[in-house]
């Protein structure tokens, strides 16, 4: 079980369909698949997608800090090690989806050398998740289409609706224009992105408080701190922390500070050993939770199902899940299937994914 070494490949699949919101604008997945290779031949596999507009993490600095300073740091350990493994990788500060795919793939290795699924491994809840999907701008009325489109291809019945950083009777109009045209059959929450300040947070608020918002996330910035606490002292329903909280200390300082009531759990920045404490906290707090989406393809998404059937708090709500459907291909040799509304974990050992070596050679972009 000993860990002899550590590879970052970086690749690149295009999306049909880009993913844009008021931090960004997703046109590939521009990620790094991280191998770690054991002294009995097993690879564990896990990805990293850099998101420069939210951690500052890009695909190079990715690849440099997995091959210059991690590698190093964890290369001779056991895979069962993981809390040493931990703790050396968090003496660097920041990184996120870079220590969560080294962590990931290690939790991979582990499973497939025990012959045991990683969500086994972490809490074997249930095995599978109901999937929330996320619009991305547009206008109202292909918002509601893509909303359509999903619902008839996919049985997905809940959605997250991108807004700010744009017109706010826009975003509002959007989220109206869902709600008439689907009724009470779907579950609607919205994600600022920090786009909004907190008094335009507020007044969108006051604007759709009729429209049976289930969450809202990261309206403004977590920096403005009193705008913020004061924003969440006003509404009436959980305000999920993003980007805010990409470590289980950020989530006790926001917690704690009023500046939010609910936490997004993002295996992609905090692997499973971090998504875990992040989770245990949630539940000793009472907190909503929710399995978020850092744009992953279907190896990430593999992991936030993974993790979030695991556990009864996670599994209580829909997973973001489905932003792989935006992309042209994939590296997995049995695609994920989204049916019913719901992601199924992968059957068998680790992740129980493969990597199509034919398609990663066509994607990968060092070779
Ligand atoms: C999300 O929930 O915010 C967009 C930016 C990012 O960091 O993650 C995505 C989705
Ligand atoms: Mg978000």
Redesign the pocket.
Known sequence: MKIVAVEAIPFAIPYVKPLK?A??EVRAAEHVLVRVHTDEGVIGVAEAPP?PF?YGETQDGILAVIRQIFAPQIVGLTLTERETIHARLARTVGNPTAKAAVDMAIWDALGRTLGLPVTALLGGYTDHMRVSH?LGFDTPETMVAEAERINDLYGITTFKVKVGRRPVSLDTAVVRALRERFGNSIELYI?G?RGWTAAESLRAMNEMADLDLLFA??LCPADDVLGRRWLVSHLDIPFIA??SVPTPADVTREIMGGSATAV?IKTARTGFTGSRRVHHLAEGLGLEVVM????DGQLGTACAVAFGSAFELTSRRAG?LSNFLDMADDLLISPLRIHDGQLHVPAGPGLGIDIDTDKLGRYRTDK
Request: aromatic content about 6%; proline content about 0%; cysteine-free.
């Open positions: 919101f931090s960004g998101r939210t996320m994600d992105n996330e990261e993003d980007e997004s978020g989406n850092q744009i973001e």
